[in-house]
């Protein structure tokens, strides 16, 4: 996979353009190669970028047949963690009615009234919830009570569940004004998840954690969310190879048109 394309940053010195003495310029012959080079690189571009979209045709129905078929799954999780992946390696928009059916189907059998009546986990409600909010769903928060004690507090014995502890977090992102159980959740997640890190709890989600405490989900640039995604599925034994296949020639397509429009912009 190509890398990501660098930030072009440049600086000028004020004091220098303020300066009083007389600047030479330079008279440079024009080449004679003129814009031969900067062509003949656009070209071999444009067959690059050619190439690398007719791969992704190629295996663009194959994506969607899975698609279709993990909604086609009974279990719920498989489903959430399917379309949460095709939505964070930036490749949803190639899908977009698949994932308004599947979501709609997945409302109408989870809910009744706005509330998630599916019983389940904490990782899978969070997803579930975060999903459907996402998608402009008003779901009621009040599904997370289940996981408070008998003091009205965040349940301690939740602490240790990392996976879940950072669903949670990512779902409380989606919080509404006043909402004070996700704000609780909030601070509960955020408090814990660094106490995982300093604790080295699940040495394999570590890095996970530390990025989205820095950047939630929503707050993060999406191309720049789908390259550090990539790598964290590549890392998942139970990631699946075609959509990660897919979603890298998709993003080094996006990336070879960048370039290519940075050096319009330059040339």
Avoid at 97 to 118: M, P, R, V, W
Wanted: charged share 25%.
């Amino acid at each position: 996979m190509s890398a990501v394309v660098s930030a072009l940053s440049s600086s000028t010195h004020p004091a220098t353009a303020a300066s009083n003495s007389t600047r030479h310029t330079a008279d440079f012959h024009r080449t004679i190669w003129g814009n031969h080079f900067l062509a003949y690189a656009s070209d071999n571009m444009e067959v690059e970028v050619g190439k690398m979209k007719q791969q992704r045709e190629m295996i663009t129905e194959d994506v969607r047949m899975k698609f279709l078929s993990t909604m086609k799954d009974h279990n719920l999780s498989h489903k959430l963690n399917f379309i949460d992946s095709v939505q964070r390696l930036g490749v949803s928009y190639h899908f977009e009615s698949e994932i308004d059916e599947a979501l709609k189907q997945i409302y109408n059998s989870c809910t009744k009234n706005n509330i998630i009546t599916h019983d389940d986990d904490l990782y899978s409600l969070g997803l579930l919830f975060r999903l459907l909010r996402q998608q402009g769903y008003r779901i009621s928060s009040g599904v997370f009570n289940k996981f408070k004690d008998e003091t009205g507090n965040f349940s301690a014995r939740l602490q240790n569940d990392v996976q879940g502890l950072l669903s949670l977090y990512e779902a409380a992102q989606y919080r509404v004004k006043e909402e004070k159980i996700l704000e609780e959740a909030l601070d509960f997640t955020q408090n814990h998840l660094v106490r995982s890190l300093k604790n080295q709890q699940s040495p394999s989600l570590a890095p996970h954690v530390k990025h989205s405490l820095n950047r939630p989900l929503h707050k993060g640039m999406p191309r720049l969310e789908a390259r550090y995604y990539m790598s964290f599925y590549e890392e998942d034994p139970a990631h699946d190879k075609v959509l990660l296949t897919f979603a890298k020639l998709d993003f080094n397509i996006l990336q070879k048109l960048h370039q290519k429009e940075l050096s319009s912009v330059t040339k």
